[in-house]
C-alpha cells in the first residue's frame, strides 16, 4: 500500500516534507485533492508511543522523564497540560486532526478492507499493512493495561478519540 500512496500526489509521508514528523497542511494546490488519516486504536498507540520513547536515544527527548515505566508514563501523559510541546505523536489524534479537511478516516486495524473504499485505489485485493516495528516479538498492548487507573489514565489522555474514530474503552483479552 506505501509504494502506491507514495505515488501519488502529495501523499504526506514525512521524508518529502523535511523538518517535520507530519505534514498536517494541505497545500493550496492540493484542496480539491481526496484527503484522508488513518487512525490508531488509543490503547494501542499509547503503548506504541511509549515503546518508541523508551527503545532509543534518539526519542528520548520527547519526555521530561527519560525512559519511564509504561504506568508512569501513561499517568504523566495524561496529566501534562502541555503535552504538544513534547512531540507531535503525543497529541491525541483528535486534536492532531482538528481543522483539516478530511474525506475519510480509515482505521489501521481494519486497513486491508477499508483502503480498498479509496477512490483512487488500484492495487490488489489483499492489501497486508506492514507490521510496526515496535510490536514485533512484545507482549500484545492489551497486556500493558492490567491496572484500572492505567485504563483511566489513558482515556483521559486520548479524550475523544475513542468515540470520535469508534474505538471501544473497554478492553478483552484480544484488545478490540
Known sequence: MFAVLRGQPYCGYHEQHPGGYHNRI????????????????????????????TQGERYRHYTPLGKPTFPHFVCWAAAEPNIDKWAGMLIPQHRWLKGIRLDAVLRLEELDQEVKRLPFWTGPDHV?????????????????????????????????????????????????
Do not use: M
Open 26 to 53: 494541505i497545500p493550496g494546490k492540493a484542496q480539491d485533492y481526496f484527503t484522508f488519516a488513518v487512525s490508531r486504536n488509543p490503547y494501542s498507540r499509547l503503548v506504541s508511543i511509549w515503546r518508541v520513547i
Open 128 to 176: 497486508e499493512p506492514a507490521s510496526n516495528r515496535t510490536c514485533i516479538g512484545l507482549p500484545h498492548w492489551s497486556a500493558y493495561y492490567t491496572d484500572p487507573v492505567i485504563i483511566t489514565a489513558a482515556r483521559q489522555w486520548a479524550g475523544a478519540d475513542f468515540e470520535t474514530y469508534g474505538y471501544p474503552t473497554t478492553i478483552d483479552a484480544e484488545g478490540s
